[in-house]
């Protein structure tokens, strides 16, 4: 089974070996209501953790999606590029938005687990 842990910027991580497949988590979705276009990085590009990796935009606002670890940018969702609903529909499964070959696995150490996350929703009311 695969590793998933959280930022505080509400993106995911699900650990798959050395690649990191990044989305947003099903609370980020919630609050940005219908995502009607996304904004993916280059393949090949490097992303340094919490930089932009990705824009979302919804019907209520368009925002970042920050890298939760740095790495090299090795396929992006092209099924979200064209049906951008599936970040609602499944955003922690095929509404992921990108891979990434990690360069620093310990970042992962930095991150939430799903239980950790879960109680840090509690803190936002």
């Known amino acids: 089974m695969s590793e998933i842990r959280y930022s505080q910027d509400h993106e995911y991580v699900r650990v798959e070996g050395d690649v990191a497949v990044i989305g947003i988590s099903s609370y980020a979705q919630e609050k940005l209501g219908d995502v009607v276009f996304v904004e993916m990085p ?64 310990a970042q992962l150490n930095e991150l939430m687990s799903a239980d950790a996350y879960q109680d840090f929703l509690k803190t936002l009311g």
Request: net charge negative.
């Open 42 to 105: 280059d393949i090949g590009a490097n992303i340094e953790q919490h930089k932009e990796a990705a824009v979302v935009e919804s019907v209520k606002a368009a925002s970042e999606v920050f890298a939760p670890v740095s790495g090299e940018v090795l396929e992006v969702n092209d099924a979200l590029e064209a049906n951008p609903a599936l970040a609602n529909e499944a955003p922690e499964g095929e509404g992921w938005f990108l891979k990434l070959r990690m360069s620093d696995p």
